[in-house]
């Protein structure tokens, strides 16, 4: 069974920084591109960030670009986002997500298993 | 301001059939797959369709999806009050190369 378990989320003050991780299970990490979707509170689903399997190459929203950072360890089969200079638009309940594709990715990808989610509050 | 294009909510009563629309254009829907995301109040989403039109293991059939140019469209027939959440629809934009969302449609079942 597909589990993505993350952490690290809570409050922080504007211009801080914190470390999103997403633990995964029950398959083959490695194989397989990531992704961070975030909710702001009441708000629909926006699309953060994605990274390859290997880790070679990253997407990221215009929103976070330069502040914040996609990353994984495959030997530790976990997902990471760094959150730097962080802004009162940044509170959100953070998503960890599988992507899927048969064609190409990330063009043709798709997410197929979500964690349960972690929530950032950026307040001073 | 979402790139994609949601009715931002739509009702019909059990067993009617209902329909929520995508909108978006050559960047995104026009010329990439897209998939729909089922989200009940406090949970994570859930996918309901890929590829257009493909649903996962487990999802009825009361579920379908398609695509026709810039939009799509998903379908659900026989409607149930358990149908009641928000929808989002979802793809890549090659203009933009990020992952993009339709703003939600909230659906309730009268």
């Known amino acids: 069974e597909v589990q993505l378990l993350e952490s690290g989320g809570g409050l922080e003050q504007p211009g801080g920084s914190l470390r999103l991780s997403c633990a995964a299970s029950?398959?083959?990490?490695?194989?397989?591109?990531m992704s961070w979707v975030r909710q702001a509170p009441g708000k629909g689903l926006e699309w953060v960030s994605d990274?390859?399997?290997?880790?070679?190459?990253?997407y990221y929203a215009d929103s976070v670009k330069g502040r914040f950072t996609i990353s994984r360890d495959n030997s530790k089969n976990t997902l990471y986002l760094q959150m730097n200079s962080l802004r009162a638009e940044d509170t959100a309940v953070y998503y960890c997500a599988r992507d899927r594709y048969s064609s190409s990715w990330p063009q043709g990808s798709w997410f197929d298993s979500w964690g349960q989610g972690t929530l950032v509050t950026v307040s001073s | 301001q979402s790139v994609l294009t949601q009715t931002p909510s739509v009702s019909a009563a059990p067993g009617q059939k209902v329909t929520i629309s995508c909108s978006g254009s050559s960047s995104n829907i026009g010329n990439n797959y897209v998939s729909w995301y089922q989200q009940f109040p406090g949970t994570a989403p859930k996918l309901l369709i890929y590829?257009?039109?493909k649903r996962p293991s487990g999802i009825p059939d009361r579920f379908s999806g398609s695509k026709s140019g810039t939009s799509a469209t998903l379908d659900i027939t026989g409607l149930q009050t358990g149908d009641e959440a928000d929808y989002y629809c979802g793809t890549w934009d090659s203009s933009l190369s990020a992952g993009v969302f339709g703003g939600g449609t909230k659906l309730t079942v009268l």
């Open positions: 590829e257009n039109n």
């Open positions: 029950g398959f083959s990490f490695s194989n397989y591109g």
């Open positions: 990274i390859s399997g290997r880790g070679g190459v990253t």
